[in-house]
């Protein structure tokens, strides 16, 4: 005998309000089920894209493809004390000379001239830290042998171009407008290079001067004396072998 209850109007209204519930929960699941696959695929894309372009980053931390964080010697720069023969006198932060953003790694150390014969690493520091300067250096190594530090180890500083994000840069002060550096200037650059090798794990081989990224004239005499520039780069190894 046919069950009437099964077509009773009630009954009727029951199974819709089912049927609609089930279909309610079938595409909240759907919606959050494309939700959670668009995540994965943003985020995916976006190391992706950080891998192959670490400049995006502004934190130093860079992953690496290879399961090695070459933020590492950033890390390391946090943590480095400078030598009491390094007198630190950071510029203050603004948009341009020192923007307080992070190196990416630690790859080469560029050398540089400042263009300005017979003036100071005091004078150049004090240039630096005017609100309208667009340039900068971590180091400047003046014309007695004192070395200034203008910028922190693991920030950018404002002095190679595109290579500012992972290089350390060390300005050079010089008596006159060939840009050789004087003999005590010369002992500190040789000095404060070594240092910075041995504690970034880097060579003779990874020193740069800001022609070798730029094409630019400096610093002048080292680009105009090849020689001079490779007695240089051998006077370092000489050092760090000690």
């Given at each position: 005998?046919?069950?009437?209850?099964?077509?009773?109007?009630?009954?009727?209204?029951?199974?819709?309000?089912?049927?609609?519930?089930?279909?309610?929960?079938?595409?909240?699941?759907?919606?959050?089920?494309?939700?959670?696959?668009?995540?994965?695929?943003?985020?995916?894309?976006?190391?992706?894209?950080?891998?192959?372009?670490?400049e995006s980053y502004d934190d130093g931390f860079v992953p690496s493809a290879f399961g090695r964080n070459v933020s590492e010697r950033v890390t390391k720069a946090k943590e480095l004390e400078m030598p009491e023969w390094v007198d630190v006198q950071?510029?203050?932060?603004?948009?341009?000379?020192?923007?307080?953003?992070?190196?990416?790694?630690?790859?080469?150390?560029?050398?540089?001239?400042?263009?300005?014969?017979?003036?100071?690493?005091?004078?150049?520091?004090?240039?630096?830290?005017?609100?309208?300067?667009?340039?900068?250096?971590?180091?400047?190594?003046?014309?007695?042998?004192?070395?200034?530090?203008?910028?922190?180890?693991?920030?950018?500083?404002?002095?190679?171009?595109?290579?500012?994000?992972?290089?350390?840069?060390?300005?050079?002060?010089?008596?006159?407008?060939?840009?050789?550096?004087?003999?005590?200037?010369?002992?500190?650059?040789?000095?404060?290079?070594?240092?910075?090798?041995?504690?970034?794990?880097?060579?003779?081989?990874?020193?740069?001067?800001?022609?070798?990224?730029?094409?630019?004239?400096?610093?002048?005499?080292?680009?105009?004396?090849?020689?001079?520039?490779?007695?240089?780069?051998?006077?370092?190894?000489?050092?760090?072998?000690?």
């Open positions: 005998m046919q069950d009437n209850s099964y077509y009773s109007r009630s009954a009727v209204i029951e199974r819709r309000r089912l049927r609609r519930r089930r279909i309610a929960i079938r595409r909240l699941f759907l919606c959050g089920l494309t939700v959670i696959l668009a995540v994965l695929v943003v985020g995916a894309g976006v190391l992706v894209y950080r891998l192959f372009n670490p950071l510029i203050h932060k603004h948009t341009t000379a020192r923007t307080g953003i992070n190196l990416t790694d630690i790859k080469n150390i560029v050398i540089h001239y400042v263009g300005n014969p017979n003036t100071t690493a005091q004078n150049n520091r004090d240039y630096f830290d005017k609100a309208d300067t667009t340039v900068s250096s971590h180091f400047v190594v003046g014309l007695e042998g004192e070395i200034i530090q203008c910028v922190p180890l693991y920030e950018k500083s404002a002095a190679s171009n595109e290579r500012n994000k992972d290089t350390i840069s060390i300005e050079v002060c010089h008596p006159d407008n060939s840009g050789k550096y004087n003999d005590k200037t010369y002992e500190s650059v040789i000095k404060l290079i070594a240092y910075l090798c041995e504690n970034f794990s880097l060579d003779e081989n990874d020193i740069i001067r800001h022609y070798d990224i730029t094409g630019k004239i400096c610093p002048k005499y080292y680009v105009e004396h090849e020689d001079a520039w490779e007695t240089l780069k051998e006077d370092v190894k000489e050092k760090l072998d000690e």
